[in-house]
């Protein structure tokens, strides 16, 4: 299993507003920045969120990031089928010395 | 524009070796942190291991440290993974990535991704 819990599926209706959490610890996320990723099945991740709540220039900013203590969220706001895809929370973990990934959350536009 | 374009994968038999390569193009190579991350068939990403810019500066996943080496040639706009001792475990799509913050997670470009299969 992965050092950080994601939920393995969410869905909405577009439109709506979903959000996708992700859980970790004390060596990870509380003392490092989080980073989201976007992965359309059979294409290469795309960066969503980094440092916890910035977005890479064209990302619009429908999507957002946020963390507090040990968990990080990932939210979307007026949902896009084309939003369809499976997405990914990651960051450094000062223990392992290693950068850990969720284990993504695929999120349907119903 | 930025390109990473990775190859070297293909079909292996347990026990076996294999290198991977990825060529950089369109930034200056040299200036950023550089990671291996794959993906079996089906599930979630894997960081591999990554390589600070002057390759001085170099970690490992559990899952094959001693067995997989990351490198760097700065002159070539390159970066490589030495894959020995492999085992099925180790099928995946292999992705370059770089790390445009040196902060370790925060891959901005990704290549297109090279197949290993071990069998």
């Known amino acids: 299993q992965s050092v950080l819990t994601q939920p393995p599926s969410v869905s909405a209706a577009p439109g709506q507003k979903v959000t996708i959490s992700c859980s970790g610890s004390?060596?990870?996320?509380?003392?490092?920045?989080v980073s989201w990723y976007q992965q359309v099945p059979g294409t290469a991740p795309k960066l969503l969120i980094y440092e916890n709540n910035k977005r890479p220039s064209g990302i619009p900013d429908r999507f957002s990031g946020s963390k507090s203590g040990t968990s990080a969220t990932l939210g979307i706001t007026g949902l896009q089928t084309g939003d369809e895809a499976d997405y990914y929370c990651g960051t450094w973990d000062s223990s392992l010395r290693a950068v850990v990934f969720g284990g993504g959350t695929k999120l349907t536009a119903l | 524009q930025v390109q990473l374009v990775e190859s070297g994968g293909g079909l292996v038999k347990p026990g076996g070796s294999l290198r991977l390569s990825c060529a950089a193009s369109g930034f200056i190579f040299s200036d950023y942190y550089m990671s291996w991350i794959r993906q079996a068939p089906g599930k979630g990403l894997e960081w591999v291991s990554y390589?600070?810019?002057?390759?001085?500066?170099?970690y490992y996943a559990d899952s094959v440290e001693g067995r997989f080496t990351i490198s760097r040639d700065n002159a070539k706009n390159s970066l490589y993974l030495q894959m020995n001792s492999l085992r099925a475990e180790d099928t995946a799509v292999y992705y370059c990535a770089r790390d445009f913050l040196g902060a370790a997670a925060d891959f901005d470009y990704w290549g297109q991704g090279t197949l290993v299969t071990v069998s």
């Open positions: 390589t600070s810019s002057s390759g001085s500066v170099i």
């Open positions: 004390s060596s990870n996320i509380r003392h490092n920045y």
